[in-house]
């Protein structure tokens, strides 16, 4: 398998074999990704791809770092159609269908393969189910799913246990999972959207968050905390989802190779993971940042006790999906 820098060498290098025609159908893909987090990757990749494959009858044009929008004003563009697709946590989609944040469940996967198996749209039997409710209820569609990266605590000050986060601020994602997952941990959650982050930390809004290695990197936020918990709560698959209509309008042989397309860089997501999680961490301490870990009396067994009893309590309708998606193999 190709590892990311060849592969998106690859990527620059292919020859379009479109004609000077403009392209039959283009779809606006947003998402709020920063410049070099592989969830950027990834949108441009599959941009990348879906044009060439295509031989130019689609384009996707990717609007990175929340430029139409945060998380919620790009899930009600996507519904409205306005913006044809894009990409964010399963739970983002809870507004729509609570049940769709199934799948960002903390614990619930046994390992990163194991979370792209089981959010495949095209192969995974809760998804399937969850599709079919978001179509009749929202007009839109999960047709794609990738690895973002084990998601990890930060904080100003060392946390060991929940009884250390009790009452004190931590951003979350802003929909109701993340909330629970934190008040699972002891903490107090507080929403604030990724781009207002870095600014939320540095006044005291709040005093930690979670988020996978890349992001903590790319957002900088190595200058505003000192300690990363590797508590590895949720293995963060994000979905990717576009308006029903707009996605019936785009003739089916394309729409299974924008699917292939997905796929194919989705999986390897998992590679790019799996290579950079020791260079970010090196330079993660490089930048002033403490790791802790299970060795350093990090107890993860309170934190995964605590976190799936909130749930369980919270979602307790989740319990058959859970299920489907523990199940596969």
């Given at each position: 398998?190709?590892?990311?820098?060849?592969?998106?060498?690859?990527?620059?290098?292919?020859?379009?074999?479109?004609?000077?025609?403009?392209?039959?159908?283009?779809?606006?893909?947003?998402?709020?990704?920063?410049?070099?987090?592989?969830?950027?990757?990834?949108?441009?990749?599959?941009?990348?791809?879906?044009?060439?494959?295509?031989?130019?009858?689609?384009?996707?044009?990717?609007?990175?770092?929340?430029?139409?929008?945060?998380?919620?004003?790009?899930?009600?563009?996507?519904?409205?159609?306005?913006?044809?697709?894009?990409?964010?946590?399963?739970?983002?989609?809870?507004?729509?269908?609570?049940?769709?944040?199934?799948?960002?469940?903390?614990?619930?996967?046994?390992?990163?393969?194991?979370?792209?198996?089981?959010?495949?749209?095209?192969?995974?039997?809760?998804?399937?189910?969850?599709?079919?409710?978001?179509?009749?209820?929202?007009?839109?569609?999960?047709?794609?799913?990738?690895?973002?990266?084990?998601?990890?605590?930060?904080?100003?000050?060392?946390?060991?246990?929940?009884?250390?986060?009790?009452?004190?601020?931590?951003?979350?994602?802003?929909?109701?999972?993340?909330?629970?997952?934190?008040?699972?941990?002891?903490?107090?959650?507080?929403?604030v959207e990724v781009s207002e982050l870095a600014t939320a930390l540095a006044t005291g809004l709040v005093v930690g968050q979670e988020n996978p290695l890349p992001?903590?990197?790319?957002?900088?936020?190595?200058?505003?905390?000192?300690?990363?918990?590797?508590?590895?709560?949720?293995?963060?698959?994000?979905?990717?989802?576009?308006?029903?209509?707009?996605?019936?309008?785009?003739?089916?042989?394309?729409?299974?190779?924008?699917?292939?397309?997905?796929?194919?860089?989705?999986?390897?997501?998992?590679?790019?993971?799996?290579?950079?999680?020791?260079?970010?961490?090196?330079?993660?301490?490089?930048?002033?940042?403490?790791?802790?870990?299970?060795?350093?009396?990090?107890d993860l067994e309170a934190f995964r006790k605590a976190v799936l009893a909130q749930v369980d309590k919270d979602f307790p309708e989740w319990k058959d999906y859970?299920?489907?998606?523990?199940?596969?193999?």
């Amino acid at each position: 398998m190709l590892n990311r820098k060849t592969f998106l060498s690859a990527l620059a290098a292919l020859a379009l074999t479109a004609g000077p025609a403009a392209a039959q159908v283009k779809l606006r893909y947003a998402h709020v990704g920063v410049a070099n987090a592989p969830q950027t990757l990834y949108a441009d990749a599959v941009a990348k791809l879906v044009k060439e494959r295509t031989q130019g009858r689609v384009e996707i044009q990717v609007f990175a770092n929340s430029q139409l929008g945060g998380v919620g004003e790009m899930v009600d563009g996507i519904k409205s159609g306005a913006i044809a697709m894009g990409h964010h946590d399963f739970a983002s989609l809870g507004k729509i269908l609570p049940a769709t944040a199934v799948f960002n469940t903390p614990f619930v996967y046994r390992d990163a393969a194991h979370s792209l198996r089981a959010a495949d749209p095209r192969n995974s039997a809760a998804l399937k189910a969850i599709n079919d409710e978001l179509v009749a209820k929202g007009g839109m569609r999960i047709v794609g799913s990738f690895f973002q990266g084990t998601r990890h605590l930060t904080s100003k000050e060392k946390v060991l246990s929940p009884k250390d986060m009790a009452g004190k601020k931590y951003r979350g994602v802003p929909v109701k999972l993340w909330s629970s997952m934190l008040t699972g941990m002891g903490a107090v959650a507080t929403p604030v959207e990724v781009s207002e982050l870095a600014t939320a930390l540095a006044t005291g809004l709040v005093v930690g968050q979670e988020n996978p290695l890349p992001n903590i990197f790319n957002l900088k936020l190595y200058e505003v905390q000192k300690y990363v918990m590797l508590t590895g709560h949720m293995q963060s698959v994000l979905s990717t989802f576009v308006n029903e209509k707009i996605w019936q309008g785009v003739p089916a042989a394309d729409r299974k190779i924008i699917e292939d397309t997905m796929y194919e860089v989705g999986q390897q997501t998992l590679k790019w993971d799996a290579d950079t999680f020791a260079k970010y961490r090196s330079d993660l301490e490089a930048k002033g940042m403490t790791f802790v870990e299970a060795k350093d009396g990090l107890d993860l067994e309170a934190f995964r006790k605590a976190v799936l009893a909130q749930v369980d309590k919270d979602f307790p309708e989740w319990k058959d999906y859970i299920a489907k998606i523990q199940a596969v193999q």
